[in-house]
């Protein structure tokens, strides 16, 4: 994972599972819940997707 990504992302996601998807051209990370583990997109600590530049980013 580029450093530039690691500089982006909330520290609280699990920077080593991150991956880009080809799909969409984004950054996600499996997170391990207490009941299941789950990809989740990988956000900044704004809440923004982090996103290629042929990806897209939100805030949702």
């Known amino acids: 994972m580029p450093g530039s990504v690691i500089a ?11 991956r ?9 990370y499996l997170h391990s819940g207490p009941v299941e583990t789950t990809l989740l ?10 996103c290629t530049a042929t990806g897209t980013s939100s805030a949702s």
């Not at 982006?8 to 991150?18: E, G, M, V």
């Not at 998807?21 to 984004?26: F, S, V, Y």
């Open 8 to 18: 982006l992302a909330d520290p609280s996601q699990n920077l080593q599972t991150a």
């Open 20 to 28: 880009l998807r080809p799909e969409d051209g984004c950054y996600w």
């Open 41 to 50: 997109p990988l956000r900044t600590s704004e809440g923004r997707s982090i």
